[in-house]
């Protein structure tokens, strides 16, 4: 097992959301977090985990323009040194009938170039041992209707974390977390949020944030972890 504490993880779309909670709910000290629109967040966000004793570095980047990534990695090097997780999490999650698809190219920049970019940049910092460590989607399996883009994107990203892990194994672990419903997207009425989870889930609730954290936790910690897809869904029907 290796320990949290001291590592360098490096969290994209970390602001808001999913990111939050996972920056706020892992154990390590020392946060590079990613942002595009959510400057405000991000400071907040900063300033509470500087407030728990903890350092985190904050930088603006839209992955629609791929070169700002390089900057991005360029940023970690020079506040930190090294990285030792990366964890894939900014996405576009936009409902797109097929047929009224005018950009066919950001989602898939998003949601599949920029993590793969972000793997290949974090690869210069990365030393033996480091993971990667992709958020996936069920989309990727059972695709969502009116979201073909992002389904796509999704089922693609989870076939790069194989390809991944085989182009960097020994060294560098690579790993995919499959999520269920766990926040519903802005805008998303709750009771049809809640009508869904009972409908189509197991557990007849939706994840929540700390479980997501919780699977993270083991998938960084525990080094036996390669090329797997850990799917945390609450069972779904
Ligand atoms: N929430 C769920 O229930 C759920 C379920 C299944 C899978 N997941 C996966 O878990 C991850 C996190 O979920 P989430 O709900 O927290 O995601 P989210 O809110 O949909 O997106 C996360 C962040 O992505 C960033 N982003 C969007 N467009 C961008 C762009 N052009 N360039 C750079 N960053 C951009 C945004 O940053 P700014 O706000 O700074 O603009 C946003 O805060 C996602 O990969 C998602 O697919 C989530």
Do not use: W
């Amino acid at each position: 097992m290796i320990s949290l504490k001291d590592k360098v993880i490096l969290i994209t779309g970390g602001a808001r959301r999913l990111g939050r909670a996972i920056s706020l709910g892992l154990p390590s000290k020392k946060f590079i977090l990613h942002y595009n629109q959510s400057k405000r967040s991000a400071v907040a966000l900063q300033k509470e985990i500087q407030r728990n004793g903890g350092c985190a570095e904050i930088f603006q980047a839209d992955f629609k323009d791929l070169s700002s990534i390089k900057s991005l990695f360029d940023f970690t090097k020079k506040k930190f040194g090294r990285l030792d997780v990366l964890i894939n999490s900014a996405c576009i999650f936009e409902n797109q009938p097929f047929e009224s698809i005018t950009d066919f190219e950001s989602t898939l920049r998003v949601n599949l170039l920029a993590p793969l970019m972000c793997a290949h940049q974090a690869l210069k910092l990365m030393s033996n041992g480091s993971t990667i460590i992709n958020l996936c989607d069920i989309s990727a399996i059972h695709p969502f209707r009116n979201y073909p883009l992002h389904s796509i994107s999704k089922a693609a990203l989870l076939h790069s974390t194989q390809v991944l892990a085989l182009e960097l194994a020994p060294k560098i672990r690579v790993n995919s977390l499959l999520l269920g419903m766990i926040l519903p997207s802005e805008g998303f009425p709750k009771k049809e949020f809640d009508e869904i989870c009972n409908k189509r889930i197991l557990l007849k609730r939706a994840g929540k944030p700390e479980e997501v954290t919780h699977a993270l936790s083991f998938l960084i910690e525990n080094e036996y972890m390669n090329a797997s897809v850990l799917t945390l869904d609450g069972g779904r029907v």
